[in-house]
T-cell receptor, first 117, second 112 residues
Framework: GAGVSQSPRYKVAKRGQDVALRCDPISGHVSLFWYQQALGQGPEFLTYFQNEAQLDKSGLPSDRFFAERPEGSVSTLKIQRTQQEDSAVYLC???????????????FGPGTRLTVL | RKEVEQDPGPFNVPEGATVAFNCTYSNSASQSFFWYRQDCRKEPKLLMSVYSSGNEDGRFTAQLNRASQYISLLIRDSKLSDSATYLCVVIPFSGSARQLTFGSGTQLTVLP
């Protein structure tokens, strides 16, 4: 398929465990975003890449959260020493350029549902 | 105060009804506005962009009032397939940042 893919789709972690979530954006998309969606809430911005450069990480909730996109394509969101409050759906989105206008639509992946016990 | 606020609902309406959702945003410098649709346990998908002049796409009409910092979505002749959560989305003006700022969503159930 030509859409954004994420893996794993579901992850159960014990508190204190490290996890890594993967995002494969649409081929050729320059911009990549990570969002966190808690139950019953809208997605909240975590971080933004333009190619391999991480231009904004202001939404990362703590220094336990780390994201990378070393070759400007696939991205990994890593959470160290997971806590129960990290339980959420982690959504990845990509867009052709930035999303500053109506033509630069962000396309979302299906998300990774993380449950921390 | 949240940057984007929506009535959470739920809205339960019969098929064929007209339903309207409202949304307010706090950042007057916001540049772009959208409605996204999210089905249960699925990813958000763009429903439509919102322009100051108002815009229509079939049964859906979106309006933006910059002076009041208010966005609306009107759905006419509701279908069962319209049942979903509708997310009001704003892009604040902030340098190179292009992240979407979402409201909490309004849940709609269209009943047969």
């Amino acid at each position: 398929g030509a859409g954004v893919s994420q893996s794993p789709r579901y992850k159960v972690a014990k508190r204190g465990q490290d996890v890594a979530l993967r995002c494969d954006p649409i081929s050729g998309h320059v911009s990549l975003f990570w969002y966190q969606q808690a139950l019953g809430q809208g997605p909240e911005f975590l971080t933004y890449f333009q190619n391999e450069a991480q231009l904004d990480k202001s939404g990362l909730p703590s220094d336990r959260f780390f994201a990378e996109r070393p070759e400007g394509s696939v991205s990994t969101l890593k959470i160290q020493r997971t806590q129960q409050e990290d339980s959420a759906v982690y959504l990845c989105a990509s867009s052709l350029i930035g999303a500053g206008g109506p033509t630069n639509e962000q396309f979302f992946g299906p998300g990774t549902r993380l449950t921390v016990l | 105060r949240k940057e984007v606020e929506q009535d959470p609902g739920p809205f339960n309406v019969p098929e064929g009804a007209t339903v309207a959702f409202n949304c307010t945003y706090s950042n007057s410098a916001s540049q772009s506005f959208f409605w996204y649709r999210q089905d249960c346990r699925k990813e958000p998908k763009l429903l439509m962009s919102v322009y100051s002049s108002g815009n229509e796409d079939g049964r859906f009409t979106a309006q933006l009032n910059r002076a009041s910092q208010y966005i609306s979505l009107l759905i006419r002749d509701s279908k069962l397939s319209d049942s979903a959560t509708y997310l009001c989305v704003v892009i604040p003006f902030s340098g190179s940042a292009r992240q979407l700022t979402f409201g909490s969503g309004t849940q709609l159930t269209v009943l047969p």
